[in-house]
């Protein structure tokens, strides 16, 4: 089982329409949750984190984490096609650990 | 401030053949990684670096060697290219205290022939 498992899509969704996009783990140990945001032949961006479980908002967005079942959600509100984007989750340990555990992205595309 | 800088941009080599990938931030963030990232695939950790002079394998680094000499640069080395080696590479960096956020650069795409 890989530690992050994200569905590649693509998705596919008419502008305003609301987006959900997720990710599981088999790692317990993760603390810390992100979402970044990758425009075509872009560098990702940091989106949103979340520091445990819990919900963070952010305008039409929200990040969504629960460590009982292993599940992360990002909800995109009113979807716009600025929002056409790769969508990766990734997660770390905290503490000393440097790195970042990456899903494989969901390309999303909002139509106008 | 330019941030995560990288340079080339694009570059085709042909098999057996070396080059360095240069990675540069202005920010003064010790820790830097590099990335591969293949279409669907996400991103794969090459190598990373806490800081100048410490380097260290993430987990693909076969065929790829790295030296960090300063703060601001890590260049990273690609001996004998091979096919396999095609890809799109992404430095990053961040702070020691930011885990969740890395700064990544624009890319480097490769290709190897």
């Known amino acids: 089982q890989k530690e992050v498992e994200q569905d590649p899509g693509p998705l596919s969704v008419p502008e305003g329409a609301i987006v959900s996009l997720n990710c599981t783990y088999s790692?317990?140990?993760?603390?810390?949750f992100m979402w970044y945001r990758q425009y075509s032949r872009k560098g990702p961006e940091l989106l949103m984190y979340?520091?445990?479980?819990g919900n963070k908002e952010d305008g039409r967005f929200t990040a969504q984490v629960d460590k009982s079942s292993k599940y992360i959600s990002l909800f995109i509100r009113d979807s716009q096609p600025s929002d056409s984007a790769t969508y990766l989750c990734?997660?770390?340990?905290?503490?000393?650990?440097?790195?970042?555990?990456f899903g494989k992205g969901t390309l999303l595309t909002v139509n106008p | 401030n330019a941030g995560v800088t990288q340079t080339p941009k694009f570059r085709i080599l042909k098999i057996g053949q070396s080059m360095t990938l240069q990675c540069t931030q202005d920010?003064?963030?010790?820790?830097m990684y590099w990335y591969r990232q293949d279409p669907g695939m996400g991103l794969k950790l090459i190598y990373y670096?806490?800081?100048?002079?410490?380097?260290d394998k993430g987990e693909v680094p076969n065929g790829y060697n790295v030296s960090r000499s300063t703060t601001e640069d890590f260049p990273l080395r690609l001996e004998l290219a091979a096919p396999s080696q095609t890809s799109v590479y992404f430095c990053?960096?961040?702070?020691?205290?930011?885990?969740?956020?890395?700064?990544f650069g624009p890319g480097t795409r490769l290709l190897v022939l």
């Open positions: 990053a960096s961040r702070l020691p205290d930011a885990q969740e956020t890395q700064y």
């Open positions: 790692n317990s140990a993760f603390q810390y």
């Open positions: 979340t520091y445990s479980s």
């Open positions: 990734a997660m770390s340990y905290g503490g000393s650990n440097y790195k970042l555990t």
């Open positions: 920010m003064n963030h010790n820790y």
């Open positions: 670096s806490v800081g100048a002079g410490i380097t």
